[in-house]
């Protein structure tokens, strides 16, 4: 898994708020009623405990910091524990948490001590990030192209398939496009057969990853994958509306899917 680093977290708060404007100005709706709608339901108050895990690679710098930010910008009651790994699990626990939030280098999930629901961060970027392009203004002929088909844009092109999209798939790999060909009923797309497309949804590692004949002036590219998949030069010349935050999109689409 490609690890975020304390660059990616910078201001975190002025990037969530820099995509919830994008995002109301091409949905309607912000990202937080957006999880509303998704998932049927509401914040209640919860408390969310934070616990720092060292594990692996170990402690991002502003990670833990980060969390804490987007769960309170998104008007939840959070905090860090002092403790970590299992021991900050226990004080989690003690000091009245109803979800525990931590990630090693693997797995990052949200737990909701209550109810017992459990989310991985993975399927729920996918999923958010693929909803969010679903109600895009430019969404109107129902055609959108996906690039990267792992553990974020697979969940993201299946729940674009279940919203009755025509969803054109890309993936370098060929196996898991095809995967994604025979699972999903996507259709395979081919950057040697180019087409526009309104509305992209990208989830990959990697930089430059959509080709500059795909893009449709002023479309909307829905993008959890870090780096940035167009380069600012592209973003300009297409007048691109562009959805692209590190942390804060997933997290509060895991925690709408356990309240
Ligand atoms: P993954 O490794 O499971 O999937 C990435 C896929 O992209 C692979 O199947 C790979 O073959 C494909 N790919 C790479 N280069 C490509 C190219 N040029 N064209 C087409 N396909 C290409 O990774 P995962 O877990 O799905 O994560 C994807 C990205 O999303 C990563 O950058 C990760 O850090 C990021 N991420 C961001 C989150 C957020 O909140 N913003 C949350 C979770 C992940
Ligand atoms: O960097 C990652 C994931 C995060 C997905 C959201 N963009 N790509 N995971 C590693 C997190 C490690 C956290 C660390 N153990 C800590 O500070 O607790």
């Known amino acids: 898994m490609a690890l975020l680093t304390p660059a990616d977290l910078i201001e975190i708060n002025r990037q969530l708020a820099i995509s919830d404007e994008v995002v109301r100005k091409s949905t309607g709706f912000e990202i937080k009623g957006i999880c509303e709608a998704l998932y049927g339901t509401k914040a209640n108050s919860e408390k969310v405990g934070i616990v720092p895990i060292t594990s692996g690679n170990g402690i991002i710098g502003s990670f833990s910091e980060s969390l804490l930010a987007i769960v309170r910008y998104f008007g939840l009651e959070g905090f860090i524990t002092e403790k970590t790994d299992v021991s900050g699990y226990y004080e989690a626990l003690s000091a009245g948490a109803d979800i525990v939030l931590m990630a090693d280098d693997y797995t990052y999930l949200a737990h909701n001590l209550k109810n017992g629901k459990i989310a991985n961060n993975q399927p ?7 909803e969010i392009a679903s109600r895009a203004k430019q969404a109107g002929s129902k055609e959108i192209l996906v690039v990267g088909l792992g553990k974020v844009g697979f969940p993201g092109a299946e729940h674009l398939k279940k919203k009755g999209f ?4 890309y993936d370098l790999d060929k196996t898991l496009l095809q995967r994604a060909v025979s699972k999903l009923r996507i ?3 081919s950057p040697e057969n180019p087409k526009k497309f309104p509305v992209i949804f990208e989830a990959t590692p990697c930089p430059n990853t959509i ?6 002036q002023g479309c909307l590219v829905s993008t959890p994958g870090i780096p940035c998949a167009l380069s600012e ?5 297409y007048a691109v509306e562009l959805v692209a935050e590190p942390l804060g999109i997933g997290t509060v689409s895991m925690l709408y899917s356990i309240f």
């Not at 729920?124 to 693929?130: H, S």
């Not at 025509?166 to 798939?169: A, E, L, M, R």
């Not at 030069?233 to 010349?237: M, R």
Request: aromatic share 12%; proline share 8%.
């Open 233 to 237: 030069n592209l973003l300009e010349k």
């Open 166 to 169: 025509s969803v054109y798939g």
């Open 187 to 189: 259709l395979p797309f």
């Open 211 to 216: 080709p500059e004949a795909v893009l449709e």
């Open 124 to 130: 729920c970027t996918g999923i958010i990030y693929a």
